[in-house]
């Protein structure tokens, strides 16, 4: 991701910027493509990942549908060039507005959280006479063996609708009028790495989907969400995510009728290993207890490490290619921190790292997930700037 000519670029630049290498954000985009189209599924990007302009700009343009969660991700999609009929709107909290948005806009379906929802989509429908396509989505209590903060698939999670649940639903659906059922949703975290998971999901959609057969509901589209995780911490050796292997056990493993439809929406897995945050040493304070780096970007360029203790590898762009001559030299573990007034404003405790200076240049790598979408303006701080490779 940084050559000698790119870490040349950084020097001349204001720090904090997200670096954006477009190259390897096509060739993830390309890489998911073939490997979902050799079995005919559909990929809607979750645009909540990521809605920086030039990254949805290539997303779009590989054909890829979109994955909304508030209305106006449902108007930029929109706006961006994405397809309607390749539009989903999910989320456990739909407004009014939102939801008069998106029925609008014509997208393709809501993905619904709860009973009452299903009421009010077709209260509000029936006001612009339309009929809105609805899919369930359902809490299948399948453990993502992922970190608690970003499961969402068990029971005691807020998402979805519960299976005791279901005969409502179905109770529900006979009453709408405004409503047309088109299929089932599933979203059992993120950052999911063990394949095994979605196997255990695919058995539970084969079950849901046979019982709203016998109930007398059809389902045309099974939406098995997203979820896929990267490699954070060897982002070089696999920067592209193993979309093969994960199309595959759905491929196997879910039972597909003639005329049905098979949904994904990944967010994560598209763009998370093509960017990068790039900051500069500010401070060194060496202490005897610790050491610390205050660089000049903390959580409110970055705060998954702070909000879910994720982990993300951090490296000094400026020290790299001396470390590579000199391996003896010896390393110093330094807590690599931000500059904001908060305890937590610190990206990872003890990192081994060449011996590091003021001005130095540090990366923090596969931020392009949830990274710059989450940055705000707290402590009144700048809005964090974009460069592209290209
Ligand atoms: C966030 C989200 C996704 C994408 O999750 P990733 O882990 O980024 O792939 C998909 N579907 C829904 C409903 C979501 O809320």
Redesign the pocket.
């Known amino acids: 991701m940084f050559d000698t000519n790119t870490i040349t670029r950084f020097k001349d630049l204001e720090t904090p910027f997200y670096y954006y290498d477009l190259g390897l954000l096509r060739g993830t985009l390309e890489a998911c493509k073939n490997a979902s189209d050799k079995y005919g599924f559909h990929v809607h990007y979750?645009m909540?990942?990521n809605f920086n302009p030039k990254v949805i700009a290539a997303i779009q343009s590989y054909g890829f549908g979109a994955?909304c969660?508030s209305g106006n991700e449902v108007s930029t999609a929109i706006a961006n060039g994405f397809d309607k009929s390749k539009v989903v709107f999910?989320g456990v909290g739909k407004s009014d507005k939102e939801i008069n948005t998106a029925l609008d806009a014509d997208i393709f379906c809501f993905?619904v959280e709860s009973i009452q929802e299903l009421f009010i989509i077709n209260e509000l429908a029936q006001a612009k006479n339309k009929k809105a396509n609805v899919a369930i989505r359902i809490n299948p209590n399948v453990d993502a063996h992922t970190h608690h903060f970003i499961t969402?698939g068990l029971d005691e999670n807020k998402f979805g609708i519960n299976s005791w649940q279901l005969h409502d639903v179905i109770d529900a659906l006979r009453k709408c009028a405004n409503l047309k059922f088109v299929g089932i949703h599933f979203?059992i975290g993120?950052?999911i790495t063990d394949l095994e998971v979605y196997k255990n999901l695919c058995n539970r959609i084969n079950e849901m989907q046979d019982w709203f057969e016998d109930h007398g509901f059809p389902v045309k589209v099974l939406n098995t969400?997203?979820?896929?995780g990267v490699d954070y911490h060897n982002p070089d050796t696999n920067p592209i995510a193993d979309f093969e292997g994960y199309f595959k056990v759905f491929k196997d493993f879910l039972k597909v009728k003639p005329g049905q439809e098979v949904h994904f929406?990944?967010?994560?897995?598209l763009v998370a290993q093509s960017s990068a945050l790039v900051s500069r040493v500010l401070y060194v304070k060496m202490g005897q207890k610790k050491n610390f780096l205050v660089l000049d970007a903390g959580m409110t360029e970055l705060i998954r490490p702070m909000l879910y203790q994720a982990y993300q590898k951090i490296e000094n762009l400026s020290r790299q290619s001396a470390v590579r001559s000199q391996r003896s030299e010896a390393k110093l573990k330094y807590d690599v921190v931000g500059p904001i007034c908060e305890s937590t404003d610190c990206f990872q405790k003890d990192v081994e790292l060449p011996e590091s200076f003021r001005g130095d240049i540090f990366a923090i790598r596969t931020a392009g997930?949830y990274g710059e979408v989450m940055s705000s303006g707290y402590n009144l701080r700048d809005k964090v700037q974009s460069v592209y490779s290209e």
Not at 225 to 228: A, K, Q, R, Y
Not at 265 to 269: I, P
């Open positions: 979750a909540k990942a994955d969660v999910a993905n969402t979203h993120s950052q969400g997203g979820g896929l929406e990944l967010g994560r897995a997930a």
